[in-house]
């Protein structure tokens, strides 16, 4: 037995002691003497789980290949950086990683508290998740796992080339650390205490920030190496349905606050939004549905697929059970108006809720015809098709929102006028496009309306940055969604050079090809054979705006390019060499290359989304869940 196991088991029992002083109960009396020990039992399962996940990171920096996780998944060459990003690569490390970010939760949540259900329940989850990650063996050996190995490998197989990229670091650690900072919102809406709200407050809106930002630094590595900052892909769209159903919690925990009818549907909501995190968590990692992300696969997780189904159970019969003895709550309505602020954050609500739910069913479609076997599978299209309309109409009661109440019939006025104006002068040829940039115009014209009566007002700086921060995030979703918009106006073409020092006009640029060299050595991937373009990019005034390589990276069967990216203000020019190329007997060389208008405003609305919550983050607030909530 390795030592990263003694570490695992030995975790697994101090927290099982724990989660056994914790729990108030007549059968577990004879503890009772070691009931004041319990913080350091839980201290005691931290510090074990916390050796068991250094002991692997250190396997992987000094390429112990005699452990079978490292074989699979890091080489000799491979950078420290990237071993680090190793570790939660595969369902193993993965499954660690995300355990010790919810024992980690757990300790906080005993320290800070001394009393509430919630403690347990977050323990109970990390206990199940600790017996997964157990059964799935990340300190198994090379030999015990290949039978027909006779010696520890001098080598490992490498990281898969996809991953060995920057954007590794960031991206599944933003992800799993949202999941797992979810798990208190589960609980306290599982308990709903007088204060719940309040516990889980600061947690829910630290996941927004985080599992936000994770998608975004995921898309800025799609858009890198699969030539899209967003794809259809299994692993990106649960993700996104998570998200949206997290941000549909905000919305309904803020209503909650101002004690409007939201008492039913709020903790609701937040049940449901950890149960699809863990169902994300398997679509991520089990490899069941074909996807781009399927970079390694185990076969424990079935075991993640009925937990999922048993809390959604427990939590839809949850639902029902509150639902009955809250009728009156289901009934009642905003006596204010039709565009009031409670029916405008319920309508919000729901179409948050809708759209989150298209990807599920689209999702679960998929799943099932997978498991099955049917060879089908879910078009794009449904998604794009589903939430198009879904989001058309979020933007309009965005733009709502953002509008003084004695005011908002002259914004929808105003929104209506802009359709018209759009698809009756028919301005972008397309008409979803026209319908598209009108309401994209009227929320963001109404979200700087709002943004600029706040900053004129008398209050403190901090508390004008506070009142304009859920305004400053729906700015940010409408230029995004233009820059999105701009996107699809892209110019593609395949070029041919015939000699070096040639120039093609593509768009509003020249690529010159400076020079080839095939193959070259690659310092991070083993036994690889790589090519090199070298290509200056010129505005068509003739002046030079960079220069750099493209490489054509062949790995066995496997090929990946990394493309050559300019960033430009308006346009980014992406030049893909695609490792066609000979310089004797004939000269010839192929290169796509794709001049992409708005990803530089996609960045920015995606950074106004995520800046847009710090200022309500940092709101000091004894009762928010977490320090200077």
Request: proline residues 4%; charged residues 15%; neutral net charge.
């Amino acid at each position: 037995m390795n030592l990263g196991d003694v570490f695992l088991y030995l975790s697994f029992l101090s927290g099982l002691l724990s989660l056994m002083l914790l729990w108030d109960s007549p059968k577990l009396e004879f503890l009772s003497a070691l009931k004041p020990y319990r913080r350091w039992t839980l201290r005691i399962s931290a510090a074990f789980l916390s050796l068991a996940v250094a002991l692997l990171v250190y396997y992987f920096l000094v390429s112990d290949f005699s452990i079978n996780y490292v074989y699979s998944y890091s080489s000799l060459d491979l950078p420290p950086i990237y071993k680090l990003s190793a570790l939660w690569t595969g369902e193993e490390g993965s499954m660690l990683f995300f355990t010790l970010g919810l024992v980690l939760i757990a300790v906080y949540m005993v320290e800070k508290y001394e009393d509430g259900v919630e403690r347990p329940i977050i323990l109970s989850l990390t206990l199940l998740f600790l017996l997964l990650t157990i059964l799935l063996g990340p300190f198994d050996t090379t030999l015990q796992s290949n039978p027909r190995m006779t010696e520890i490998p001098p080598d490992g197989l490498g990281l898969n080339p996809l991953l060995v990229n920057i954007w590794m670091v960031f991206h599944p650690p933003g992800i799993f650390i949202g999941y797992a900072l979810m798990s208190v919102v589960f609980a306290s809406a599982i308990v709903q205490s007088p204060d719940w709200e309040s516990k889980c407050r600061g947690f829910a809106r630290m996941a927004w920030l985080i599992l936000g930002a994770g998608i975004i630094s995921g898309c800025i590595w799609s858009y890198e190496v699969w030539e899209s900052y967003w794809i259809w892909d299994p692993a990106f769209t649960s993700s996104l349905m998570v998200w949206l159903m997290l941000t549909s919690y905000l919305h309904t925990a803020a209503r909650f606050r101002k004690s409007w009818d939201l008492s039913f549907l709020s903790p609701s909501v937040g049940l449901i939004s950890f149960v699809i995190a863990l169902y994300s968590i398997y679509i991520i990692r089990s490899g069941t549905i074909q996807s781009v992300h399927s970079f390694g696969q185990g076969g424990e997780t079935m075991l993640l697929l009925y937990l999922v189904m048993v809390l959604f159970i427990i939590s839809i019969g949850l639902i029902i059970k509150r639902g009955l003895e809250k009728k009156e709550d289901l009934k009642s309505s905003d006596p204010q108006g039709l565009l009031s602020d409670g029916n405008l954050f319920l309508v919000t609500t729901v179409i948050l809720l809708l759209l989150s739910t298209v990807l599920f069913t689209g999702l679960s479609y998929s799943l099932i015809l997978d498991i099955f076997g049917s060879g089908l599978a879910i078009s794009i299209e449904l998604f794009n098709d589903w939430s198009y309309p879904l989001t058309v109409l979020l933007l309009v009661v965005m733009g709502l929102c953002m509008i003084d109440a004695r005011y908002r019939r002259i914004g929808l006025i105003f929104a209506a006028a802009l359709l018209l104006v759009f698809v009756g002068l028919d301005v972008t040829q397309d008409r979803y496009d026209n319908i598209s940039v009108a309401v994209i115009i009227f929320a963001g014209v109404t979200g700087l309306y709002r943004i600029t009566r706040i900053a004129i007002t008398t209050v403190s700086p901090m508390a004008r940055l506070r009142r304009a921060s859920p305004h400053l995030i729906h700015l940010g979703i409408a230029i995004m969604l233009m820059g999105v918009l701009m996107s699809t106006y892209y110019t593609s073409d395949t070029i041919y050079f015939r000699s070096f020092n040639e120039k093609k006009i593509v768009g509003d640029f020249e690529i010159e090809l400076l020079n080839l060299a095939f193959p070259v050595q690659h310092e991070h991937f083993t036994a690889t054979l790589t090519k090199r373009g070298t290509y200056n990019i010129y505005q068509k005034n003739g002046s030079i705006v960079a220069t750099g390589d493209a490489l054509f990276i062949e790995k066995g069967e496997e090929y990946i390019t990394r493309p050559f990216i300019y960033n430009g203000l308006l346009s980014d020019v992406r030049i893909t060499y695609q490792g066609i190329g000979t310089t004797t007997p004939v000269f010839i060389s192929f290169a796509n290359i794709q001049v992409v208008p708005g990803m530089t405003v996609i960045w920015i609305g995606c950074l106004v989304i995520l800046t847009g919550i710090l200022p309500i983050l940092i709101r000091k607030n004894k009762m928010s869940g977490l320090p200077g909530r």
